[in-house]
């Protein structure tokens, strides 16, 4: 790596000489921060989760340090002096810089006895907690000893006697306790503990009932550090506390306001609810059944939040809440709930201006038009219909010699999803679902006019549904997926190309595609005080299955791709592809993350086509995939990328594909991010070409024909939008000789022709992945 020497140098020279500690006053010091040491005496094991939970009350943090050597955020607070009005000086003090902390801020008594506390909340009793201050010229840090005795753990746990209905249904919730036997005494789980309990009986009608209501008693007396734990119902609980409603009078008033005047309005009895049908907007029917609380029924917390999920994921309401009023009839508790729905706009017309940013590096102005109707039959049925016309050209990765590509698009589309499952000859009952399944009916078409080549013709036709198990977890299955794609308007040089490559040419041919597609995903990253977050969509696509079993029955004979069977003038494409796309978070503190991304999939073409349609094939490369390769150069195989002298389509695909990505997320200043990442992968086909010699997947050689690149980005990141810029270059070339795959030696970012070469400028809106 050739002319980075003398740059590292003068970086590391920079970064030690903005310390800060030179712009600290005569009388203060630094603050450096805090560390825990602990000595253990007793039977202890591991003290790494103990660790991190007495960190968590050194609250006061030390100015951020680069490389734990300079502290460039408190340079720059310092140098601007004080800024008057907003300008450079006072973005450079209150945006890129941060006050220094100082020692005289630090309360090490304080500090030490909230250390001692949170060891006796995690078991550690008759533990002690001492400090120590250490100086320097200009700084100061603090390290805390914690002396730790053997921790106390749990030998009994004794739940309230069968006196009354209540203690008797806190019984009956004895065995999912959180709290087991020789488990370490632990404040937080008995926290826990309550909370559960508490959730348990508003779940059996005690609506008034809270975790503080129950309190525990800890007996230490056993001795050999164990501890006896008793839970008691408060004795001077409230009465509405103690007792368990049941459900009378439910209200549903589906157009809610604060800002307007209640009027009357005809209120009609719907299976048992009464709905305030003010303005006939909706289908009574279809809101009522979305509310979950029941005319005496006992009250269940968990009802209670599934009419607030099923209402607002309806996609009508803007707000939804639930208000309760006790009553008492006939010497019985009840609840009246009125449901209070305040509606969405009805209909919604948007014209946008766009800049529009592609993983292939394309990028352009595209004006896009969008009507929305949410209550399209009054049924919450969204209508939407929007339409585009953009033009695209190439921003970045553009190959040298070659001229940018550029394209044309025109694209319109109608969509209508219905809150319910909708089977010809079939009634389905969804309505016990607490997540809206939902049909959707989809047309589009798209013309595409790629100026050097081609224009393409695409029109779909879908008839799908989807539904949630979970908050989780998604499903999506079209079991009428008709899309018939053209090629017109051909170019001469694109002509040429086809005609040196039959293959290629048997992927643009006129196809219909007739099939199915099912896809599931799993996405946890909404929990967002999960360390461990994971993402995974797979799924599974066919076509031409049906109507190949229709033309055996038909004609008697087997479908061919030699001699393929036609639907209106066009060969129908049969194929099986899969794919998944399967990713890993780790978050640390201050939202940094390791992100990691593995993709795969794999097509099939069999019975009445011998090729992938155009549209079904697998690319690779560009900034959202493999950073270091223009988009749709790589591969397949060892197959090398276009000179800028050779006549080929730029546009290289596979039947196959493999990708791995990996990246660290850092914060730098405020909405400023970096990243450095390493990205490897590579297409192959599943038939020889020998147009693209080294194209063919082989379980033996495949790994060594992995691409691999890495770089570093920079990213601005203001939570509702992302602009990102990626630098990237080879690490891995897989179309030279198998020894000289690795260029680590050729990397010479002095060399003005390595870098014209190599580097690849990627800008794009958004995360990679």
């Known amino acids: 790596m050739k002319n980075l020497f003398p740059v590292v140098v003068i970086i590391v020279l920079l970064a030690c000489g903005c310390t800060g500690t030179h712009l600290i006053g005569a009388d203060e010091k630094l603050y450096t921060g805090a560390s825990v040491k602990f000595v253990k005496h007793g039977n202890i094991s591991s003290t790494k989760a103990l660790s991190t939970d007495v960190k968590k009350v050194i609250t006061l943090k030390p100015n951020s340090t680069l490389f734990g050597i300079s502290r460039p955020k408190l340079w720059f607070y310092e140098v601007a002096g004080k800024p008057k009005g907003k300008g450079f000086r006072y973005f450079l003090k209150n945006k890129l810089g941060e006050p220094p902390v100082l020692f005289s801020k630090v309360s090490p008594v304080s500090t030490a006895t909230l250390i001692q506390n949170r060891l006796e909340n ?103 550090h164990k501890v006896n734990l008793f839970l008691k119902v408060k004795t001077d609980a409230p009465y509405k506390t103690l007792q368990r409603y049941r459900m009378h009078k439910i209200i549903i008033n589906p157009g809610y306001s604060l800002d307007t005047v209640t009027v009357k309005a005809d209120t009609i009895l719907v299976e048992g609810k009464y709905f305030i049908n003010s303005d006939s907007m909706f289908k009574p029917k279809n809101i009522v059944r979305s509310v979950f609380l029941n005319p005496n029924e006992y009250y269940t917390r968990k009802d209670h939040d599934n009419t607030l999920r099923r209402l607002m994921s309806l996609g009508i309401f803007k707000f939804a809440n639930i208000r309760f009023e006790d009553v008492v009839i006939h ?31 394309f990028a352009g102005p595209a004006l896009e038009a969008n009507f929305r109707n949410r209550n399209f039959f009054k049924g919450s049925e969204l209508f939407v219909v929007n339409g585009a016309v953009g033009y695209e050209t190439q921003i970045s990765g553009k190959i040298p010699g070659q001229p940018a590509l550029g ?39 798209e013309q595409i006019y790629h100026l050097q080549y081609f224009t393409l013709n695409s029109f779909k036709f879908n008839y799908g549904y989807n539904w949630k ?7 999506e299955l079209d079991p009428v997926v008709i899309n018939y794609v053209s090629i017109i308007n051909t170019t001469p040089l694109f002509d040429s190309i086809l005609n040196q490559n039959p293959l290629l040419k048997k992927n643009f041919e006129q196809q219909f595609i007739l099939g199915l597609e099912y896809s599931y995903t799993f996405n946890n990253q909404g929990l967002t005080f999960k360390r461990n977050q994971y993402y995974f969509k797979g799924k599974a696509d066919f076509s031409g299955n049906l109507m190949s079993a229709v033309n055996g029955l038909i004609t008697g004979e087997k479908v061919n791709s030699e001699n393929p069977q036609l639907l209106f003038g066009s060969a129908y494409s049969q194929y099986a592809r899969f794919d998944f796309d399967a990713r890993y978070f780790r978050v640390f503190p201050k939202k940094n993350k390791i992100a990691t991304r593995i993709l795969a999939g794999i097509g099939l073409p069999y019975g009445n086509s011998n090729a992938l349609p155009y549209i079904k094939q697998f690319f690779i490369g560009g900034s959202n995939s493999i950073r270091a390769f223009r988009a749709r150069t790589l591969g397949p195989g060892s197959y090398p990328p276009p000179s800028t002298d050779s006549i080929t389509f730029l546009e290289q695909a596979g039947d196959m594909k493999l990708e791995l990505n990996g990246e660290y997320r850092f914060n730098l200043v405020g909405i400023l991010k970096g990243a450095v990442f390493v990205d490897a992968g590579n297409i192959w086909l599943l038939l020889n070409d020998t147009l693209r010699p080294g194209g063919v997947f082989q379980l033996n050689t495949f790994w060594n024909q992995m691409a691999m690149g890495t770089g570093f980005g920079l990213r601005i990141d203001a939570s509702f939008f992302v602009v990102r810029v990626d630098l990237a270059f080879p690490i891995r070339k897989p179309w030279l000789a198998s020894a000289d795959r690795w260029v680590f030696n050729q990397i010479d970012f002095g060399n003005a022709e390595w870098r014209k070469e190599n580097l690849v400028l990627n800008i794009a809106i958004g995360y990679p992945f």
């Open 122 to 224: 995690d078991g550690y009793f008759r533990s002690t907690v001492s400090y120590e201050v250490r100086e320097k010229k200009k700084t100061a840090k603090v390290t805390y000893t914690v002396t730790l005795h053997t921790p106390y753990r749990i030998d009994s746990i004794s739940f309230p006697a069968e006196t009354d209905t209540l203690d008797v249904k806190i019984l009956q919730t004895k065995n999912k306790t959180l709290l087991k036997k020789d488990d370490i005494y632990n404040l937080y789980t008995l926290k826990a503990e309550r909370d559960r309990i508490d959730l348990e009986l508003k779940n059996q009608g005690y609506f008034y009932f809270t975790s503080d209501d129950l309190v525990f008693f800890a007996d230490t007396a056993v001795g050999n």
């Open 331 to 361: 010497d019985t508790l009840f609840l009246n709930a009125t449901v209070n729905l305040t509606p969405l706009c009805k209909k919604s017309l948007r014209a946008e201006l766009l800049g529009i940013s592609k993983s292939t590096n």
């Open 469 to 475: 198990k979970s908050a989780l977890v998604e499903h």
């Open 407 to 445: 394209s044309f698009n025109v694209s319109a589309a109608a969509k209508l999803y219905i809150p319910k499952f909708i089977i010809p000859f079939y009634k389905v009952n969804t309505f016990s679902s607490y997540y809206v399944p939902k049909t959707k009916f989809e047309i589009s078409g």
